[in-house]
């Protein structure tokens, strides 16, 4: 396959963001190249408002369990996962993307970017390296153990709903953090870390896992791209997992940062007799 270039990955960032109707970054982008795009851009971006929101069949899963599992504390339907997230389907545009395009540093409520010779640092605000305390399950699956925290149905309902509506400014891009017109979006991972090895008589195995999170915390998918590696676009067939069963354990998994639940009291995420308290 031909070397793609840093060059390459920006021009294929900015037309991603053309795609989805977001602004692009007005000191990269091609002007003359998305003027001769622009039809066929707009083109895709209608059919796909009229396909009405199509989940990729990696989400659909998730969404098809979530469906099941809330439905009888959801009676007028459970959150849907977001449709239009600006998707990271190359190695290197996490990376790309947690830095305004002519930019060293980015700076929001929740963490701090900055490049350096190896690279890009991100500080989180809260770098907390244990959940003990803070692991909770939700109930109505396997038996919670002991050193875990119990959560009723109805308020990991409550907290999913929350999850994937975060403050306008969470929504921002760092990669068009340094102009007027930004983009503000999800953006998601597809993974496929390996978790059973070949055997004599079996080929390697992996699960699947879709990363999501608000623009402003790509700098997460950048690190997790950097350990599990980038599962490419989910919406492709070859990238679909029901597809290739042989290779695939049957296990998806689903991640979601939403850091702004910290500011949600216990009182709207439906704990009873609660007090006004924030989460």
Known sequence: MPTITHTDLVRYINLKLAALGQPTSHTTADAQFLNIAGPLLRNYYQKDQLLGGRLCPADTRIQDFLDDYLRDVCPSGVARLPAGTLILDREGMAR??????????????????????????????????????????????????????????HVFAALWAAALKPPDDVLALPFTADQQQ??????????????????????????????????????????????????????????????????????????????????????????????????
């Not at 490049?115 to 500080?123: A, D, E, F, S, T």
């Open 96 to 153: 790309i993307v947690s830095l305004p395009a002519q930019g060293d540093s980015f700076s929001s409520p929740f963490l701090n970017s900055y490049r350096v010779p190896q690279g890009i640092l991100h500080n989180p605000k809260s770098d907390r390296r244990t959940t003990q305390g803070l692991f909770q399950i939700v109930e109505g699956g396997l038996p919670v153990p002991a050193d875990k925290i119990p959560v009723p149905k």
């Open 182 to 279: 930004q983009a503000r979006c999800f953006v998601s991972l597809l993974l496929r870390p390996p978790v059973c090895p070949a055997t004599a008589r079996e080929p390697q195995k992996t699960m699947e896992i879709r990363f999501l999170a608000p623009a402003s915390l790509v700098s997460n998918l950048d690190f997790v791209e950097s350990i599990f590696g980038n599962g490419g676009d989910p919406y492709l067939p070859e990238n679909d997992a029901a597809l290739d069963a042989l290779h695939w354990t049957g296990n998806t998994g689903c991640v979601v940062l939403a850091p702004h639940l910290v500011g949600i009291r216990k009182k709207d995420a439906g704990f009873a007799d609660a007090a006004d308290d924030e989460l």
